[in-house]
């Protein structure tokens, strides 16, 4: 099986001599089609920086990545907003839903982004909001929505187009429990039943457990990888092997199991 | 270190926001081209000639200035939130870092002051040369001549223009950064857009649109109508309603942008979002366009009627005569006048000198009834109604004791004027009318009457009235007008008058002394040497002078007005778009991650910008098709408003006036806008 994305050799340097900040330091992996994989790390240590050059809003200084053959930071212009809008689907932190528009104009706006025929979009939303529930909320304003419907109406636009894969910087962040596990089992149902691939950064280790694959990453260098044996280890089994890696990260790589 | 902050944030802001910068600058001219207003070579001039209203003109300008000061002020506090408002994050982290209000106030003030300094100096060079061509142009345009130009500038002006620009720069910034300072950090540090806000039901709002339209179309009927030129209440009832309904109507205004992006059709890019955009700003700020808006209409309104005074004011008759004399001590003989003139060897100055004599016909007992014309007026009664027939009904009933005139005397004139001359018999009368107490329509009506010859008794005479109604100026003096005279053969009105009669001696002056130099310098000229040999005279400069007051000080005042309401308006909109853009900042950063590039995100803007600066201007385009032509025809003669085409050329520049402001307004907003865009873009990018 051909790999979705494939990340190589990748850095990113912020500064230059002695002020020199290496964000990422030579990374390397890949994503195949219907994974759900999982980036944790402490804080600074370079997660953010991978999903935002695979995002392209920041362009890495070296290395290369590859997204179903074509080489990303090649990419100009139309290209470009095509890769961003049509292949990637950006669920952010902070929802990032525009205010001043209805939650059925905030799914429907990539395809006005991307000139996209709306009939079998429409389709597509219907589909979506079903799963995702929230058709009753489609004509609401986000001030007139609670967290979790804000994230499962981000959630609806980031797949709306259908991308090859989903981008979750931190999803449950701004989530209590309740409405983070919400989002977290719609995000594994989509995974199981129509085969979304989902690369997702986390510190929430309880998020994180549903994630087939993780990838710790350290001082912008990947330093551990936890993989899910499906269907055998159960959740609940994950959840605690990934717990153990946390509370180890501190001590570096000598203390991962 | 504070210094250089200062210096280096004030030339930056400069350097970003020059479409501001420039609204600045105009306060500095506008206040300067005031203030420098008797110093222009035409009030000057008219001084001369009309001292004590171009004197009362004068002494109304400090009330002018008081009220240029508060309008601009507007303009000015507009121009600096925008400044103030997009260094929001900035201010919040000088806070952060430990600076103290008191010192981020002190930093404002000076950064301010110094763009003030550099707004005048920029500023006050370009007014005082603007004045001077303004000054000259006028001169030139009105006929003065150049030769005797003096230099417009004015020190008094410049410290007025200094000190005004100051005081209300200082005003609004005191404001505004009580304001800011008064916010707290948090607000400061973040950008939120006005976001929803919780909303009535559409159906008010749709009926608060059509209640405005309501409104409106009343307004423009009472104006065109002329029920509001009746009384000052009904003119106040009228802005009033107009007033209203523009408020009103921008207030509904949102529930058909909600309709609109309701029903967007997504196969146009970022439709829904651009909708969505427009109506927080109609929601948001409805009041402000508005008045936006009314003030784009009472620019436009002021525009038109500035230029319809200074294109028609007193241009109803044609100038035939340069002089009308008359002895003081025998009003009834021109013989003195001719003496000194011939003794005093300006008689060969005028061309042409010739007698003009008038009187009342001798009525011994009772001047009731000297006059009557009844077949005349019957056939008036009978001519299908209209406002000209009951004009000339009312006017002619007082016609009881006209004046008679000499036939040879108007020949005389007619003669002079290049016109055909009248021949008429003992028994007809020509009927005389001053052409300002008479429309177009009126004359058409009037003449078709005297073509059957209607009879009519004079002092017990039975006479024949004649046609066509005469017009032209019997002398120069423009205020000496006869509403309604009769011209009969010498003979008659020699019997008919009894000796007792009135002589003006009119007189053109000869080709070779205008050939060389303008009308105007002539007729100084002669005016000079008349006063040096004591000649009594009326000379057609005063009456130029008087029209040419009104015309400039009519003008002058209105366009200025004009261009200031156009220009604060336009700011308002633009400065309005720019600030709520800077709120929306996030939802711009959001769609550039749904994979928004630059020029998608730029055209969007550009759509937003067209609609925030076309519904304003487009309903005060609209107002104004109904106001401008209420106003002129309120304020215009009956002559200007038959000249459809004249209106049309004036309507066309003030259509092309505004074309031109909206074009450069918009053209540097979507610059700024484009400019704001980019940084969202590249840094991300680039980070």
Same mark, same amino acid.
């Given at each position: 099986?051909?790999?979705?994305?494939?990340?190589?050799?990748?850095?990113?340097?912020?500064?230059?001599?002695?002020?020199?900040?290496?964000?990422?330091?030579? $990374?390397?992996?890949?994503?195949?089609?219907?994974?759900?994989?999982?980036?944790?790390?402490?804080?600074?240590?370079?997660?953010?920086?991978?999903?935002?050059?695979?995002?392209?809003?920041?362009?890495?200084?070296?290395?290369?990545?590859?997204?179903?053959?074509?080489?990303? @930071?090649?990419?100009?212009?139309?290209?470009?907003?095509?890769?961003?809008?049509?292949?990637?689907?950006?669920?952010? @932190?902070?929802?990032?839903?525009?205010?001043?528009?209805?939650?059925?104009?905030? $799914?429907?706006?990539?395809?006005?982004? !991307?000139?996209?025929?709306?009939?079998?979009?429409?389709?597509?939303?219907? @589909?979506?909001?079903?799963?995702?529930?929230?058709?009753?909320?489609?004509?609401?304003?986000?001030?007139?929505?609670?967290?979790?419907?804000? @994230?499962?109406?981000?959630?609806?636009?980031?797949?709306?187009?259908?991308?090859?894969?989903?981008?979750?910087?931190?999803?449950?962040?701004?989530?209590?429990?309740?409405?983070?596990?919400?989002?977290?089992?719609?995000?594994?149902?989509?995974?199981?039943?129509?085969?979304?691939?989902?690369?997702?950064?986390?510190?929430?280790?309880?998020?994180?457990?549903?994630?087939?694959?993780?990838?710790?990453?350290?001082?912008?260098?990947?330093? !551990?990888?936890?993989?899910?044996?499906?269907?055998?280890?159960?959740?609940?089994?994950?959840?605690?092997?990934?717990?153990?890696?946390?509370?180890?990260?501190?001590?570096?790589?000598?203390?991962?199991? | 270190?504070?210094?250089?902050?200062?210096?280096?944030?004030?030339?930056?802001?400069?350097?970003?926001?020059?479409?501001?910068?420039?609204?600045?600058?105009?306060?500095?001219?506008?206040?300067?081209?005031?203030?420098?207003?008797?110093?222009?070579?035409?009030?000057?001039?008219?001084?001369?000639?009309?001292?004590?209203?171009?004197?009362?003109?004068?002494?109304?300008?400090?009330?002018?200035?008081?009220?240029?000061?508060?309008?601009?002020?507007?303009?000015?506090?507009?121009?600096?939130?925008?400044?103030?408002?997009?260094?929001?994050?900035?201010?919040?982290?000088?806070?952060?870092?430990?600076?103290?209000?008191?010192?981020?106030?002190?930093?404002?003030?000076?950064?301010?002051?110094?763009?003030?300094?550099?707004?005048?100096?920029?500023?006050?060079?370009?007014?005082?040369?603007?004045?001077?061509?303004?000054?000259?142009?006028?001169?030139?345009?009105?006929?003065?001549?150049?030769?005797?130009?003096?230099?417009?500038?004015?020190?008094?002006?410049?410290?007025?223009?200094?000190?005004?620009?100051?005081?209300?720069?200082?005003?609004?910034?005191?404001?505004?950064?009580?304001?800011?300072?008064?916010?707290?950090?948090?607000?400061?540090?973040?950008?939120?857009?006005?976001?929803?806000?919780?909303?009535?039901?559409?159906?008010?709002?749709?009926?608060?649109?059509?209640?405005?339209?309501?409104?409106?179309?009343?307004?423009?009927?009472?104006?065109?109508?002329?029920?509001? #030129?009746?009384?000052?209440?009904?003119?106040?009832?009228?802005?009033?309603?107009?007033?209203?309904?523009?408020?009103?109507?921008?207030?509904?205004?949102?529930?058909?942008?909600?309709?609109?992006?309701?029903?967007?059709?997504?196969?146009?890019?970022?439709? /829904?979002?651009?909708?969505?955009?427009?109506?927080?700003?109609?929601?948001?700020?409805?009041?402000?366009? /508005?008045?936006?808006?009314?003030?784009?209409?009472?620019?436009?309104?002021?525009?038109?009627?500035?230029?319809?005074?200074?294109?028609?004011?007193?241009?109803?008759?044609?100038?035939?005569?340069?002089?009308?004399?008359?002895?003081?001590?025998?009003?009834?003989?021109?013989?003195?006048?001719?003496?000194?003139?011939?003794?005093?060897?300006?008689?060969?100055?005028?061309?042409?000198?010739?007698?003009?004599?008038?009187?009342?016909?001798?009525?011994?007992?009772?001047?009731?009834?000297?006059?009557?014309?009844?077949?005349?007026?019957?056939?008036?009664?009978?001519?299908?109604?209209? +406002?000209?027939?009951?004009?000339?009904?009312?006017?002619?009933?007082?016609?009881?004791?006209?004046?008679?005139?000499?036939?040879?005397?108007?020949?005389?004139?007619?003669?002079?004027?290049?016109?055909?001359?009248?021949?008429?018999?003992?028994?007809?009368?020509?009927?005389?009318?001053?052409?300002?107490?008479?429309?177009?329509?009126?004359?058409?009506?009037?003449?078709?009457?005297?073509?059957?010859?209607?009879?009519?008794?004079?002092?017990?005479?039975?006479?024949?009235?004649?046609?066509?109604?005469?017009?032209?100026?019997?002398?120069?003096?423009?205020?000496?007008?006869?509403?309604?005279?009769?011209?009969?053969? +010498? +003979?008659?009105?020699?019997?008919?008058?009894?000796?007792?009669?009135?002589?003006?001696?009119?007189?053109?002056?000869?080709?070779?002394?205008?050939?060389?130099?303008?009308?105007?310098?002539?007729?100084?000229?002669?005016?000079?040497?008349?006063?040096?040999?004591?000649?009594?005279?009326?000379?057609?400069?005063?009456?130029?002078?008087?029209?040419?007051?009104?015309?400039?000080?009519?003008?002058?005042?209105?366009?200025?007005?004009?261009?200031?309401?156009?220009?604060?308006?336009?700011?308002?909109?633009?400065?309005?778009?720019?600030?709520?853009?800077?709120?929306?900042?996030?939802?711009?950063?959001?769609?550039?991650?749904?994979?928004?590039?630059?020029?998608?995100?730029?055209?969007?803007?550009?759509?937003?910008?067209? #609609?925030?600066?076309?519904?304003?201007?487009?309903? /005060?385009?609209?107002?104004?098709?109904?106001?401008?032509?209420?106003?002129?025809?309120?304020?215009?003669?009956?002559?200007?408003?038959?000249?459809?085409?004249?209106?049309?050329?004036?309507?066309?520049?003030?259509?092309?006036?505004?074309?031109?402001?909206? #074009?450069?307004?918009?053209?540097?907003?979507?610059?700024?806008?484009?400019?704001?865009?980019?940084?969202?873009?590249?840094?991300?990018?680039?980070?």
């Amino acid at each position: 099986m051909e790999p979705i994305l494939t990340i190589e050799a990748l850095t990113k340097y912020y500064g230059k001599g002695a002020n020199q900040t290496k964000a990422l330091n030579g $990374i390397t992996f890949q994503v195949m089609p219907g994974e759900f994989l999982g980036i944790m790390g402490s804080s600074g240590s370079g997660k953010s920086t991978l999903l935002n050059c695979v995002a392209t809003v920041i362009s890495p200084t070296g290395g290369r990545m590859t997204m179903n053959g074509k080489q990303v @930071q090649s990419l100009k212009g139309a290209a470009l907003a095509d890769y961003r809008g049509k292949e990637l689907g950006y669920l952010f @932190q902070n929802f990032e839903l525009l205010d001043n528009m209805t939650a059925r104009e905030n $799914i429907l706006l990539p395809l006005s982004l !991307h000139d996209m025929p709306e009939k079998e979009s429409r389709q597509r939303l219907k @589909q979506l909001s079903s799963y995702l529930e929230i058709e009753d909320i489609l004509d609401k304003f986000p001030s007139q929505m609670s967290g979790g419907q804000k @994230q499962r109406v981000a959630a609806a636009r980031a797949l709306i187009l259908n991308p090859r894969i989903i981008l979750a910087d931190e999803p449950t962040g701004a989530l209590d429990s309740k409405n983070a596990k919400v989002l977290m089992e719609k995000l594994n149902g989509l995974n199981q039943d129509t085969n979304a691939t989902i690369l997702m950064v986390t510190h929430n280790s309880d998020a994180a457990s549903y994630c087939s694959r993780i990838l710790f990453i350290q001082d912008g260098v990947i330093f !551990h990888e936890l993989r899910r044996d499906i269907p055998v280890e159960t959740k609940q089994d994950f959840y605690e092997r990934i717990l153990k890696v946390t509370a180890q990260l501190g001590g570096g790589s000598a203390n991962v199991l | 270190m504070f210094s250089k902050l200062i210096s280096r944030n004030s030339k930056r802001n400069r350097k970003e926001n020059r479409l501001f910068f420039g609204s600045l600058v105009i306060p500095v001219i506008a206040f300067y081209m005031l203030l420098s207003l008797s110093r222009q070579d035409v009030m000057i001039f008219l001084e001369k000639l009309e001292s004590d209203a171009v004197s009362k003109l004068l002494s109304m300008i400090p009330v002018f200035y008081g009220l240029a000061l508060f309008i601009l002020f507007f303009l000015i506090y507009y121009a600096s939130k925008y400044q103030l408002e997009r260094r929001r994050h900035e201010f919040g982290v000088y806070l952060m870092l430990g600076m103290r209000r008191i010192k981020l106030f002190l930093l404002l003030i000076a950064e301010d002051f110094r763009s003030s300094i550099v707004s005048l100096a920029i500023g006050l060079p370009s007014a005082a040369l603007l004045s001077e061509l303004v000054s000259l142009i006028t001169a030139r345009l009105v006929g003065i001549g150049i030769i005797n130009h003096q230099i417009s500038f004015s020190f008094h002006a410049l410290l007025g223009t200094a000190a005004g620009f100051l005081l209300i720069k200082f005003a609004a910034f005191l404001i505004l950064s009580g304001k800011i300072s008064r916010q707290e950090i948090g607000s400061l540090l973040v950008d939120t857009p006005d976001g929803t806000k919780k909303q009535l039901p559409s159906f008010f709002y749709a009926l608060a649109a059509l209640s405005g339209i309501c409104c409106l179309a009343a307004a423009y009927f009472r104006a065109i109508s002329g029920i509001a #030129w009746y009384r000052n209440t009904q003119m106040g009832l009228t802005i009033l309603l107009g007033l209203t309904g523009t408020l009103l109507f921008f207030w509904g205004l949102r529930s058909a942008i909600g309709l609109a992006a309701a029903l967007s059709c997504s196969r146009r890019r970022l439709h /829904a979002f651009n909708f969505r955009q427009i109506q927080e700003t109609v929601m948001y700020r409805s009041n402000m366009l /508005a008045v936006c808006s009314l003030l784009i209409l009472a620019a436009l309104c002021c525009f038109g009627a500035g230029i319809a005074i200074s294109r028609f004011y007193g241009s109803g008759t044609p100038h035939v005569i340069d002089y009308s004399f008359q002895d003081p001590e025998n009003m009834g003989s021109s013989a003195g006048i001719r003496n000194a003139l011939n003794d005093s060897g300006l008689n060969d100055c005028f061309q042409n000198l010739f007698e003009i004599r008038l009187g009342h016909p001798h009525a011994p007992d009772d001047m009731d009834g000297v006059f009557r014309m009844d077949a005349l007026m019957s056939a008036l009664r009978e001519a299908p109604a209209s +406002d000209s027939r009951d004009v000339l009904l009312n006017n002619l009933s007082y016609a009881d004791y006209p004046y008679t005139i000499s036939l040879s005397g108007y020949n005389a004139l007619l003669n002079a004027a290049g016109l055909p001359l009248l021949s008429l018999d003992q028994e007809e009368a020509a009927v005389y009318m001053d052409a300002s107490y008479v429309s177009q329509e009126g004359l058409r009506l009037l003449n078709t009457i005297l073509q059957t010859r209607p009879e009519a008794v004079l002092s017990g005479h039975t006479c024949v009235l004649t046609g066509p109604v005469q017009t032209t100026n019997l002398v120069a003096d423009r205020s000496i007008t006869l509403s309604f005279a009769l011209i009969i053969p +010498d +003979d008659v009105f020699d019997s008919l008058t009894s000796g007792s009669h009135s002589v003006y001696l009119n007189g053109i002056l000869a080709e070779e002394l205008t050939a060389h130099a303008s009308l105007l310098s002539a007729i100084t000229d002669m005016n000079d040497r008349l006063d040096a040999e004591h000649i009594p005279y009326e000379s057609y400069l005063k009456n130029m002078g008087r029209q040419l007051f009104y015309m400039v000080a009519a003008s002058y005042i209105t366009i200025y007005l004009a261009i200031i309401f156009l220009i604060i308006a336009n700011t308002v909109i633009g400065t309005g778009f720019l600030m709520s853009q800077r709120k929306s900042g996030r939802r711009y950063r959001t769609l550039i991650r749904l994979g928004a590039d630059h020029e998608t995100l730029c055209r969007c803007a550009r759509k937003q910008i067209h #609609w925030y600066f076309g519904i304003p201007v487009v309903a /005060a385009a609209v107002s104004s098709l109904f106001g401008v032509r209420a106003l002129l025809g309120g304020i215009l003669s009956y002559k200007a408003k038959n000249s459809l085409n004249e209106m049309m050329l004036i309507s066309a520049i003030v259509i092309a006036v505004l074309i031109v402001v909206e #074009w450069i307004y918009i053209a540097a907003v979507k610059r700024s806008s484009d400019h704001y865009l980019l940084k969202l873009t590249v840094p991300m990018r680039e980070e």
